[in-house]
C-alpha cells in the first residue's frame, strides 16, 4: 500500500545545518551553448548549476560575462545599497516608525544583477523582494521612502501595504500581494511587444513558493505558445514563509526543469554569483530579444532574513542556517572577486558602506518631512475614492461626501483618529 | 442602417474598431481561425491578420492575465470568455488585477481590457452553460459591468466598452443571440431583422456605458431588468393588461439609479426581474437603492423575480427559467397590494 508522502524539511530549528539537498556543479563547469539554441537542446541547463565564480572568487568557464571592474564595482554598490537600505528599513519598522517592511538579503544580486544585464526600456514585473531594480535604475530613495511613510509624496497615494513599488517612468511594475499574478501579465505585455514589432523585452520574477499558482503555469504556456520575448525567474529562496521548497515540487526536480516540459529554455543558476546571474540574464535577453523564445530562469539563493517583518524565521529553520549555505553571500564573493582582480579593497569597501549608509540615512531624514504615520502632513482621504474608475463615478462621489460629513461628526465627537 | 442579429452587430462592433484602432486586438479561444463558437468574430483574423486576432489556449486565467499585460503596454485587447460559465478560473485575475492595476498604482498604469462573455440560460446548455454570474463582478470596485439586450446596443455598448479608459465585463445574452425571446419556448423563433432594435448603423457610434433605457412607458408600475429577461417582462405585462413601465438598466456598473428612481417614483411600483439567481443576486442591489430612494412613493413592497437559488438545471429548464408566467405573478402582487392602501 502506498504511504502518503509527506515532503521532507531538511532541519528544523535546533538542527545542524544541512544543505546536502542542494545539487551544485563547479564554477565554470556548464556549457554555454548559443543564445539561439533550440529549446529541446537544452535540458541539461535545466539540472546543472550555472557557475561562474569558484570557491577562491575567480571567474571560470564559458559563462564568465567578462565585465569591466567598472561595472563591477556599479553592481557591488547596488547590492550594497540595496542591503544598507534594507538594514535601515528594517530597524525604522522596529521602531515603530512603517508598519512592515520586507529585506532582501543574501539575495541582493537576484535583483541587481538582472536589472544590469537588461535594457532601461525593458519592462519588469517584480514580485516584493526585488528592491535592487530601484537601485539598479536609480529612483532616488526619498521617493521610495515616502511610500513605506504611506505620507503626502507616497507614490501609491496611500492606496499600498509598504515595499509594494511601481515605477511608471522607471518601465517596473506595481507589486501585487496576490503572487505570480504578474507572470502572465508580463508574458502579455512581451506579447504586446512582438505584435507592435517593438525591441524590448518583459521579465518577471517569481519566489518558489508561488510557482505552484496557476498563473505560473498560464505564464509558461503562453511564453511558449506565442514564443514571447520574456524571462520567466524563479527566486527559489528555499523558503516560502515557513514552508520549504520541496512543498511547491521543489523535491523531485528542480524548478528550471518545468520549462522544458512546456518547451522553454530554462536554465538553473548560482543566484549568489553576480557574475553567472547576469551572463545568464544576458543570455536570456538576447535570446528573446532575437525572436528565439522565452526563458525561464531558476534562481538558487537563500532567503537569509525573516519572510517580512512579521515573521519570525527561528521558529522553523536553524538560527546559523545562512552561515553554512553553499553558495555564500553575493555581496561578499563580488567583493572578494573585485579583491582577487585587485579592483577594489577592504578600506574602499569600508569607506563605500558608510557612503551609502550616510545617503540612505540622509533620504530617511528628507522622506519624513513629507509626512510620518504620528506627525503630517497627511494624504486627503478624497484619494481613497479616485483611480478606481477613470473618472469619478456618481456613487463614488456621494460616498465621498458621506465620509466628510462623518469626519465632521467625528471631530464634534472627538472620535478622532491619531493622524487628526 | 443594414438589418443585423446580435451576433453580426457585435462581429461589426470588433470590425469598426479593430479598423478605426491599431491597437485593438482579439484573444481566446476558437476566436481566430474558426471565427468563435458563437461566431462573433468570425472574418476577423482573415480581415486583420493572425497578429491581431489570437486563438488562445484554454486557460482563461492565462487569457485574462496575458491581456492585461498586453494593455500595460498599449494594446486594447478584446478576450473572449468562451461561456461567462467558464470565467472563473480567471477571477483572481478580473478582482485582483484588473479592477485595481489603475487604484493601486495612483492612475500610473491602466488595463482598459474588454471582456466578452456569453452568458444565461434558455438554450438547454444545462449547469455549465447557462450561468449568468454579473452581480460577482458588480461586487468588484474598479470594473465596470454591462449586458445589452438587443443588436443596436450591443453593437454601441461595445464600440463604447473597448474605447473607453475602463475595465469591461461585457456579458451577451446568448438566448437572444438571433431574436428576441419573450420566454415562451414553443413558439417560434422571432429574427431580430423583424425587430426595430435590429436596425443597427454599420459605422461607428456608441451606447454611452451607465445609461439605462425606457424600452416602453406606463404608469402602473416600473419593471427593471436586464438581458434576455426585457422581452420576457413585455410578454408578461401584455399578458395581464399592465400598462407597464420598462427599463432595460444595461449596465449594472455603473447604474443609471436617475432613471430608475425617476421612473418608480412615477409609478410606485416595482418589479426586478433577472435571469441570475436571487440571493444576493443584482436584484437585491437595484432593490435596496429603489427603497432607500424611493421609498415615500412605494405603493407596494418591491417584488424580486429571479433563477431559483439551485444551479442552473438541464431537464428543468423551463422550470428553471423566470419565464412569463414567474414574471406576472410578480406583477399580480404588487398590483394587488394597490387595494391595502385605497
Known amino acids: ?420 | 442602417m443594414a438589418r443585423m442579429n446580435m451576433i453580426q452587430a457585435l462581429n461589426s462592433a470588433l470590425d469598426v474598431t479593430m479598423a478605426r484602432h491599431r491597437n485593438v486586438v482579439v484573444i481566446g479561444e476558437d476566436v481566430g481561425y474558426f471565427g468563435g463558437v458563437f461566431r462573433v468574430t468570425e472574418g476577423l483574423q482573415k480581415k486583420y491578420g493572425d497578429q491581431r486576432v489570437l486563438d488562445s489556449p484554454i486557460a482563461e486565467g492565462g487569457i485574462v492575465g496575458a491581456a492585461i499585460g498586453m494593455a500595460l503596454n498599449g494594446l486594447k485587447p478584446v478576450a473572449e470568455i468562451q461561456f461567462a460559465d467558464y470565467i472563473y478560473p480567471a477571477i483572481d485575475q478580473i478582482a485582483s488585477e484588473l479592477a485595481r492595476i489603475r487604484y493601486r498604482s495612483a492612475g500610473d498604469f491602466s488595463c482598459p481590457v474588454t471582456i466578452r462573455a456569453p452568458c444565461g440560460g434558455g438554450i438547454r446548455g444545462g449547469q455549465t452553460h447557462s450561468q449568468s454570474p454579473e452581480a460577482l463582478f458588480t461586487h468588484v470596485s474598479g470594473v465596470q459591468v454591462v449586458m445589452p439586450a438587443n443588436p443596436y446596443d450591443a453593437k454601441g455598448l461595445l464600440i463604447a466598452a473597448i474605447e473607453g479608459d475602463n475595465p469591461v465585463l461585457f456579458f451577451e445574452p446568448k438566448r437572444i443571440y438571433n431574436g428576441p425571446f419573450d420566454g415562451n419556448p414553443n413558439k417560434p423563433a422571432i429574427p431580430w431583422s423583424e425587430h426595430p432594435k435590429g436596425e443597427v448603423p454599420e459605422g461607428h457610434y456608441t451606447v454611452p456605458i451607465g445609461s439605462a433605457a425606457t424600452v416602453k412607458t406606463g404608469d402602473d408600475v416600473t419593471i427593471i431588468t436586464y438581458g434576455t429577461m426585457v422581452f420576457v417582462c413585455e410578454a408578461a405585462a401584455q399578458l395581464l393588461g399592465i400598462d407597464a413601465e420598462i427599463i432595460d438598466i444595461r449596465s449594472m456598473s455603473p447604474l443609471d439609479t436617475a432613471t430608475i428612481t425617476a421612473s418608480v417614483k412615477r409609478t410606485g411600483r416595482c418589479v426586478i426581474a433577472h435571469e441570475a439567481t436571487r440571493f444576493s443576486g443584482f436584484g437585491a442591489e437595484l432593490s435596496a437603492t429603489i427603497q432607500e430612494e424611493c421609498f415615500w412613493h412605494l405603493e407596494a413592497p418591491i417584488q424580486r423575480v429571479a433563477g431559483w437559488d439551485t444551479p442552473y438545471p438541464h431537464a428543468f429548464e423551463w422550470e428553471y427559467f423566470p419565464g412569463p408566467a414567474r414574471v406576472a405573478l410578480a406583477l399580480e402582487t404588487v398590483m394587488e397590494s394597490k387595494g391595502a392602501t385605497e
Not at chain 1, 9 to 33: E, H, M
Not at chain 1, 50 to 60: G, N, Q, S, T
Not at chain 1, 269 to 280: E, K, M, R, S, T
Open chain 1, 1 to 420: 500500500m502506498p504511504r502518503l508522502h509527506v515532503p521532507v524539511t531538511p532541519t528544523r530549528p535546533g538542527d545542524t545545518p544541512d544543505f546536502s539537498y542542494v545539487a551544485l556543479s563547479a564554477a565554470g563547469a556548464i556549457k554555454r551553448p548559443r543564445y539561439d539554441a533550440r529549446a529541446l537542446d537544452l535540458d541539461f541547463l535545466a539540472t546543472g548549476l550555472v557557475r561562474v565564480l569558484d570557491d577562491d572568487h575567480r571567474a571560470k568557464g564559458p559563462w564568465d560575462p567578462k565585465l569591466d571592474a567598472e561595472t563591477l564595482r556599479s553592481g557591488l554598490r547596488n547590492m550594497l545599497l540595496t542591503r544598507l537600505y534594507d538594514e535601515r528599513l528594517q530597524r525604522t519598522q522596529r521602531a515603530g516608525t512603517i508598519p512592515f517592511y520586507m529585506r532582501s538579503y543574501g539575495e541582493e544580486a537576484v535583483a541587481v544583477a538582472q536589472c544590469m544585464a537588461l535594457q532601461p526600456g525593458d519592462m519588469l514585473f517584480p514580485s516584493y523582494r526585488q528592491q535592487g531594480f530601484y537601485m539598479v535604475r536609480g529612483r532616488p530613495l526619498v521617493e521610495l521612502m515616502c511610500q513605506l511613510l504611506s505620507n503626502t509624496r507616497d507614490m501609491c497615494k496611500g492606496r499600498q501595504l509598504p515595499v509594494m513599488y511601481h515605477w511608471k517612468e522607471g518601465n517596473i511594475f506595481s507589486i501585487s500581494g496576490n503572487l505570480t499574478t504578474q507572470f502572465p501579465q508580463a508574458v502579455g505585455w512581451a506579447m504586446a511587444a512582438a505584435i507592435k514589432e517593438e525591441p524590448n523585452i518583459a521579465a518577471s520574477w517569481v519566489g518558489e513558493g508561488s510557482s505552484a499558482e496557476a498563473d505560473f503555469h498560464h505564464a509558461l504556456l503562453f511564453a511558449s505558445v506565442y514564443q514571447a520575448p520574456v524571462i520567466l525567474n524563479v527566486v527559489n529562496n528555499q523558503w516560502a514563509i515557513s514552508t520549504f521548497q520541496g512543498y511547491a515540487g521543489g523535491e523531485q526536480r528542480s524548478f528550471a526543469a518545468r520549462g522544458p516540459g512546456y518547451g522553454i529554455a530554462a536554465v538553473r543558476v548560482d543566484g549568489n554569483d553576480f557574475l553567472a546571474v547576469h551572463a545568464v540574464t544576458s543570455w536570456a535577453a538576447q535570446r528573446a530579444r532575437a525572436g528565439a523564445g522565452p526563458t525561464l530562469i531558476e534562481l538558487v539563493t537563500y532567503r537569509a532574513a525573516a519572510h517580512s517583518t512579521s515573521d519570525d524565521p527561528t521558529r522553523y529553520r536553524p538560527k546559523n542556517d545562512y552561515e553554512h549555505w553553499p553558495l555564500g553571500d553575493p555581496v561578499e564573493r563580488l567583493k572578494q572577486h573585485l579583491i582577487k582582480l585587485k579592483e577594489w579593497s577592504d578600506a574602499q569597501h569600508d569607506a563605500l558602506s558608510k557612503d551609502l549608509d550616510g545617503q540612505v540615512a540622509a533620504a530617511w531624514k528628507e522622506a519624513c518631512r513629507f509626512g510620518t504615520m504620528t506627525e503630517g502632513p497627511w494624504l486627503d482621504a478624497h484619494l481613497m475614492f479616485e483611480d478606481v474608475y477613470a473618472e469619478l463615478p456618481a456613487h463614488l462621489e456621494r460616498q465621498a461626501e458621506a465620509l466628510q460629513r462623518e469626519q465632521a461628526l467625528n471631530a464634534r465627537l472627538g472620535l478622532t483618529s491619531a493622524k487628526d
